[in-house]
Structures are given as structure tokens and as C-alpha cells.
């Protein structure tokens, strides 16, 4: 059984209530994403960040952009390209003829909300500039340390690796996405809502950020985060998340597992889940529910199943099935 | 025809030697060869337009059938180029009427569809036979590689032409209106059926140089074969030499009679009593005649071979060979069986996991993290019993568990699929579906205490756990507690 105190009932209602805000405002902006837009926000109050994949024009950026302007927060873009260099993300030292010193420059990463837009279309060695941002929270510059100012969260957009001209992110940087969420084309109503919306009495396809509101203030963020994370979480629970990503180390069809890293993200998820439900506890239910996102990217499908047309949802979705839930 | 002028090697080649050099003559000329079709297929094709440009398919048959005529002026070239006489194409069309004579008609008429074409128009346009003479003529010549040389060349033309029309399909960039390729062979109405059929007529120019020559090729070496061309040049350049003083005297007798011999010139028909006379008064010639011994070193086998292995049978009793024989071949039966046994056991494995459909994992990894239904024992028998001792132990959450398994329980009784995977939401949601709001609230009160006290470890007074039991017999299934 888990030690921390839970949070008291008021704090967990503020921080349910500001979600829930967040969550609608983004609504207000991408139409006919709720699933997807839910996972985000989960992600949100988990501290977790979010890797978005979806054919282009499925409004991933709109949605970034979207939950950027809700926190109110320093939002910055980096449009990742097949020449974009590390020093472009984090900054570098520059000369200053005057002082005769060396400054540092911040780059785009200094930020609360980071959108990498299509991440793989650069090269490994810039994805992997972003690693020691997402993970530790801060960027070494000319062997200067330096913290990112919390909360500090990267949503990155990548198009289907199927796709020309993209790399494949490595496994590492996978792992420090908390969630991976797919956009799927929307229904027919909400795509007729859109495309309704996008055209009546405007110039041009830019972004419609008109109808979201600040919601949030960045220490607010982390106000929700620490309630998040002070939720009770049972060791059925626990142990209930643990099975499910052991489970994938096994399982026949897929060449590897999810790793550790994996069962803490599916908890932290579960987390945010609960939060956002308005509860005051996590439950199978919330792993559950957070389990494809999080897993989805972290299991690896055997080249049987991958000729055969599965993807990892599919796999996800029989496991689910067969491992055990706690009823005592 | 001054044979020593002739710019190929004359020596007795195969059919198929023979068309590789007519393909490489055509390579050599192809450019004035291509031109000398067009030159003849042009004005015909144009001319054609003007009645047929509305029936395209019309206007593509009569350019196939008049393709002889094309034909005629490059193997006219070609004939005058393989002696050394390379026409400039000015002179090439000036030499039109003299390379489409009438005797072309025929070609263009009754004996159009044919395999040998190739071949017989070199005998036809050349030779000029007449009447019965050229039937004889083909009589002689006839090889049947010309067919052969037709059904390839007609192959290479279709290639050529479907190979075009896709590359042309293909480079068609994307926003352009898609080629329609359905079109372009069915609809003759269509441009994209004039862009076909043009197409087709540039094959046929491409083709046709390598079909000419080919078949040109084949007439020659034909004849080389039949009146030995390559003999005669020999000769000749024997005669050459004696000129100057250098031939042997044994040799004067045979260079004369070839020289001499009035029929060395053309192949001519002959009965095989006349061909039979005639070869036995050359055979009856000096030269021909003679005895000659020659002694060679013939390969016998070697003498100090031991016929050891028959001598070894030969002691062995036939019993024992034949048991030898039996287990050996009992043996070999075993191990076949040993390894289809081994190779059909991978493929069984295979087959019972596809079956399982990648259902269960080895094991349940965690079990022993946390305890599942399954590990939760058996049911109790008097479940009433089993919650108020729970309860009197202070073990609530062990007594809502109870409760809870026990409404599960009285689900799957009434129909409702749970497996045990299903959480507690995937529970009332198939609760749900079974339409009875009574059993549905009692069900939504058990999951809500059991879930507040489990996973949120909030107290619940035992007074609450004993109310919900009071009202579980409701739901109990027909025929007792089961």
C-alpha cells in the first residue's frame, strides 16, 4: 500500500475542475479528437510528455497549440527538418566581442509547452538533443547545466514512419514519451463541423486559436501534477500495472517488452487518469484505460505479426483481455 | 553480284548465327535502314489519315499490312550495302520504283500473312523469280528459322510497344489527368488509343530494320551454305596467288574445275540421279581418290584394375547381402521418419500457437505481486457466514471482495460473458446490458464500496458491508446459493 498522503478533497476538486477546463478548451479548438485530446490532458497532470502521430492535416499541431494556449504557459515550436541541428533545440554559446565572453543563447527548449513538430523528419542525432531535456529536465550548454523551468512539457508530432523522408525515432527517446497518441481521421460529423468552422468568413487555412482561453497558470500545473501524484494508489492496483507490462515481455508475437521505465509511465498515466475522473484513488479501471497509450510505443511486434498487418493496439487489446484484473 | 566485295565474312553459319549477324548488320546501318522504312511508310501513313482519321484501329491495320512495302526499300539498301554500295537517302528514294516492283504486289495481297516473310522477300525482290521459278526457287532455300525470326520479331515489337506506352503512363506527373490505359487498347475513339497506335507504328520502324537484316542475313547464308560461297572466295584467292607464282602444282587440277565447273555459281534444282552422277564425277577425280593409314593411340582401360568388389559379392553369401541390404534400408526408413518428425514438429508448435492467436503469456508475470480472482480461493459455501465472520475480524475489504465475486458470480449465471480480465467498469458496463436496474444499482452500490475501500482505503463501517449483504440473496440465481 502506497504511503503518500492523499490530497484533500477540495485541492483534488480545483485540480479535476482545471483539467476538465483544459480539456474543454482544447475541445473548443480540435473538433472530433476527444479521445486523443483526453490522453494529453492525462499526460498533462501526469508530467508526462506526449508523442502524436497521425497523417498530416489531422490537426496535431492545432492540438499542441491549442493546449499551449489553455496553460497560458511560454510555448515554443521547433519545426524538426532533415538539417535541423542539436544546437537549434537547446541553444549554444556565442562570442561576445565586447565583453570579450562567451554567452549562452537559450534555444527553443527553455519553455513550459515544447511542440516538436514531424520529430522524425530529423536525423537520430537531433531527435536525441531532446533526451536529456525530457528526461532530466534540463540542457547542457558548453558544459553548463542549466534547468528548464517546470512544468516543461514536449508534445511531439510525427508523421507514420511509412511515410518518405522520415527516421525512425530511436527507442530510447520513445521511452521518454509518456504517451503516444494516434489521430485517427474524425467522424463524418465532427469532420463536417470543421470544415464548416475553418471556412465560414476566413482568409486563408491558418490555425484557429480564437476560441481558447488561457484556463491555466504554469504553477497551477503543478499544483495538479502533485495532487495527481499524491493520489492513492493499492497495491492490487500496483501490481495489476505490473502484470500488464510484464505481460508484454512474454508474449508471443512481440520481439520485446516494455521495460520499467514503462510500469512507473503506466502508474503516472493511471494517475492522471484517476485525477482527471475525480477520483481520489486509482483504479484497474484508469491502468486500463491508459495501458494502449502508454504501451503502445514500447512494445516492438514480431515481423510474422508486422507482415500479417497487425499493429501494437491489436496485441494490446488481447493482451488486456487475458491478463487478470484484482478482485480481492 | 562480285562476291569478293562483300563486306561480311561469307562462311557457313547456323539459322540463329546467321540472324545474330543480320541484327548486327542492322545495328551497324540502323539509322539509314529506319529512315528508308519511314521513307516508304510516311507518305502511306499520312496519306491514310485523310480517309481513316476517324477510325484509327482502320488506319493501324493498314499500315500493318502494307509493312512489306516498308520493308522493301531498306533490304534494296541493304543488299547494295553489303557489297560496298552505301546509298545516300536522296539516292535511296530515287531508287523507290526500282525497290517496289510489281512483283511486290503479291506480298501485299495473298501471301501477307506468312511466317517466312523475311526470308522470302529477299528470294522475291532480289532474285526476281517468275511464275514457277520462285516457288522452286523457296523450294531450295526454304529454312525454317524464318518463322522463328517472325514469331520473335512480333514479340520484341509488342514489348516495345506495351514497354512505351507504360513508361509514358508512368512519367505522366501526379495532378496531370491519369492515362487511361483501358482506353488506349479498347476505345479507338480515344486519344489515348491514336497515342497508342502511334506507338505501335514507331515499334514497327524500330523493329523492322532488325527484321530486314535478319532475314537478308538467312538468304545469304543460305546460299553460302547451298553454293559455297565461301569455297569460291577461297578459290579465288587462290587463283590469286597462283598468279603471282605461289600455288602448289597438286592444286592447280581442283582450282581449275571449280573455276571452271559452269554450276558453281547458284544452287539449281537437280534430280538425285543427276546430283548422284555429278558427285561421283568429282569424287572420280585424282584428287578425291586414294588410300590413306593413319595409326592413333586408342584409350583401352587400365590393365592393372582389380576387379576386387565382384570377387568380395562373389564370397559374400546372397543370405547376407540380402540382410545387409534389409537394414540398411530399414535404416534409412527409421531416419527418414526421424526427420520429417523433426521438421514437422516446428511447424505443429507453429500451428497450435496460431491457434491460441497469441492468447495467453507463459505465465501470469506479477501473480505473485498482487493476488487475482484466481488466487483468491474457492467461493465460500455459506457466503452470509463467511462476510459477518470477515466482518467481525475487522477485514471489511475482505468481506466486499467477497461480496463482490459473488454478484460476478450471479452475472455469469444469468448469461453475462466476464471474463476475468474485466475490471470493475467492464463489469457494470455488462451489467448494463442486461437491462435489470435493480440488480444493476445493488451492483454499482458493491462496486462503489468495494472500489472505496480497496483502492481508495477509505473506513467503512461494517453496518454498511452487512446492508449490501441483506440485499445480495435478491440477486442470488435460481436453485439456491450455487
Known amino acids: 500500500m502506497t504511503t503518500a498522503t492523499p490530497p484533500p478533497a477540495e485541492q483534488l476538486a480545483a485540480a479535476r475542475d482545471a483539467l476538465t477546463q483544459v480539456e474543454a478548451q482544447v475541445n473548443r479548438a480540435v473538433l472530433g479528437q476527444r479521445q486523443v485530446v483526453r490522453e494529453v490532458v492525462v499526460a498533462l497532470a501526469a ?76 536525423p537520430a542525432k537531433t531527435q536525441a538533443a531532446m533526451l536529456e531535456a525530457m528526461q532530466e529536465q534540463q540542457v547542457t550548454i558548453e558544459g553548463q547545466s542549466l534547468a528548464l523551468t517546470p512544468p516543461f512539457l514536449v508534445l511531439a508530432t510525427q508523421n507514420p514512419i511509412e511515410q518518405e523522408g522520415t527516421y525512425p525515432l530511436p527507442l530510447a527517446q520513445l521511452d521518454r514519451f509518456l504517451l503516444k497518441s494516434y489521430i485517427d481521421y474524425p467522424g463524418a460529423d465532427d469532420e463536417l463541423s470543421v470544415v464548416r468552422t475553418v471556412t465560414a468568413g476566413r482568409v486563408g487555412d491558418g490555425l484557429d486559436l480564437s476560441a481558447v482561453s488561457a484556463v491555466m497558470a504554469p504553477a497551477q500545473v503543478l499544483e495538479v501534477q502533485a495532487a495527481a501524484a499524491a493520489l492513492t494508489l493499492d497495491d492490487a492496483v500496483l501490481g495489476y500495472a505490473l502484470r500488464l507490462v510484464r505481460a508484454t515481455r512474454d508474449w508471443q508475437g512481440l520481439d520485446s517488452g516494455a521495460g520499467t521505465r514503462a510500469a512507473v509511465a503506466l502508474v503516472r498515466a493511471a494517475r492522471g487518469h484517476a485525477l482527471l475522473a475525480g477520483n481520489a484513488y486509482v483504479s484497474p479501471d484508469d491502468v486500463k484505460a491508459m495501458a494502449p497509450a502508454v504501451l503502445r510505443h514500447r512494445v516492438r511486434l514480431g515481423a510474422e505479426l508486422e507482415i500479417e498487418g497487425w499493429r501494437p493496439d491489436d496485441v494490446l487489446a488481447e493482451l488486456l483481455a487475458a491478463v487478470d484484473a484484482p478482485r480481492a | 553480284m562480285d562476291l569478293s566485295r562483300m563486306t561480311a565474312t561469307a562462311r557457313p553459319r547456323s539459322p540463329w548465327e546467321s540472324i545474330d549477324l543480320g541484327f548486327a548488320l542492322a545495328r551497324t546501318w540502323f539509322l539509314p535502314l529506319w529512315l528508308c522504312w519511314w521513307l516508304t511508310a510516311a507518305p502511306l501513313a499520312l496519306a491514310a489519315l485523310v480517309p481513316l482519321h476517324r477510325h484509327p484501329d482502320l488506319w493501324l491495320l493498314l499500315v500493318w499490312w502494307c509493312k512489306p512495302a516498308f520493308e522493301a526499300l531498306p533490304l534494296h539498301w541493304l543488299s547494295r550495302a553489303l557489297f560496298g554500295e552505301q546509298l545516300a537517302l536522296p539516292a535511296a528514294a530515287r531508287s523507290l520504283p526500282r525497290a517496289l516492283p510489281p512483283r511486290l504486289w503479291p506480298q501485299l495481297l495473298w501471301r501477307r500473312i506468312g511466317m517466312g516473310r523475311s526470308f522470302n522477300m529477299a528470294v522475291t525482290l532480289l532474285e526476281a523469280p517468275r511464275g514457277g521459278a520462285r516457288g522452286q526457287r523457296l523450294r531450295v532455300l526454304r529454312t525454317g528459322a524464318a518463322g522463328w525470326l517472325t514469331l520473335v520479331c512480333v514479340h520484341l515489337e509488342a514489348i516495345l510497344w506495351l514497354s512505351g506506352l507504360l513508361l509514358l503512363a508512368f512519367l505522366v506527373p501526379e495532378g496531370l489527368p491519369t492515362p487511361d490505359l483501358e482506353a488506349a487498347i479498347f476505345d479507338t475513339g480515344s486519344a489515348p488509343y491514336w497515342i497508342a497506335s502511334l506507338g505501335m507504328v514507331l515499334a514497327m520502324s524500330v523493329i523492322a530494320p532488325c527484321y530486314v537484316a535478319a532475314g537478308f542475313a538467312l538468304y545469304l547464308g543460305r546460299r553460302t551454305e547451298l553454293e559455297a560461297w565461301d569455297l569460291e572466295l577461297a578459290f579465288r584467292r587462290a587463283r590469286a596467288t597462283r598468279r603471282t607464282g605461289r600455288l602448289r602444282p597438286g592444286s592447280t587440277a581442283v582450282l581449275l574445275l571449280a573455276v571452271l565447273l559452269p554450276a558453281s555459281g547458284t544452287a539449281t534444282t537437280m534430280t538425285s540421279d543427276e546430283a548422284e552422277a555429278r558427285i561421283e564425277a568429282v569424287l572420280a577425280h585424282p584428287d578425291f581418290g586414294g588410300t590413306r593409314e593413319a595409326q592413333v593411340w586408342v584409350y583401352v582401360g587400365d590393365d592393372d584394375a582389380q576387379p576386387d568388389e565382384p570377387r568380395v559379392q562373389a564370397q559374400l553369401p546372397a543370405w547376407l547381402i540380402q540382410a545387409l541390404a534389409e537394414g540398411m534400408k530399414w535404416l534409412l526408413l527409421i531416419a527418414a521418419a526421424v526427420a520429417l518428425a523433426l521438421l514437422a514438429l516446428p511447424l505443429v508448435r507453429d500451428l497450435a500457437a496460431g491457434r491460441r492467436q497469441h492468447s495467453a503469456p507463459a505465465e501470469q508475470p506479477g501473480a505473485q505481486v498482487a493476488p487475482a480472482e484466481a488466487d483468491a480461493g474457492p467461493p465460500p459455501a455459506d457466503l452470509p457466514a463467511a462476510v459477518r465472520r470477515l466482518l467481525a475480524a475487522g477485514d471489511v475489504r475482505a468481506a466486499l471482495a467477497l461480496l463482490y465475486r459473488e454478484q460476478l458470480r450471479h452475472l455469469r449465471a444469468a448469461g453475462v460473458e466476464l471474463p476475468d480480465s474485466a475490471t470493475e467498469q467492464d463489469c457494470l458496463r455488462a451489467a448494463r446490458r442486461l437491462g435489470e436496474p435493480r440488480r444493476l444499482a445493488y451492483l454499482e452500490q458493491v462496486v462503489g464500496a468495494w472500489q472505496a475501500v480497496a483502492y481508495g482505503h477509505r473506513p467503512l463501517e461494517p453496518a454498511a458491508v452487512t446492508a449490501l449483504l441483506q440485499d445480495q440473496d435478491t440477486f442470488a440465481p435460481a436453485g439456491g446459493r450455487g
Open chain 1, 47 to 122: 508530467a508526462g510528455h506526449v508523442l502524436l502521430e497521425g497523417l498530416p492535416g489531422m490537426g496535431k499541431t492545432l492540438l499542441v497549440r491549442a493546449l499551449a494556449q489553455a496553460l497560458g504557459g511560454r510555448f515554443a515550436r521547433v519545426q524538426f527538418t532533415p538539417d535541423l541541428m542539436p544546437a537549434d533545440i537547446t541553444g549554444h554559446a556565442i562570442f561576445d566581442m565586447q565583453s570579450e565572453q562567451f554567452h549562452i543563447r537559450r534555444g527553443p527548449v527553455f519553455c513550459n509547452v515544447l511542440l516538436g513538430d514531424e520529430i522524425n523528419r530529423a
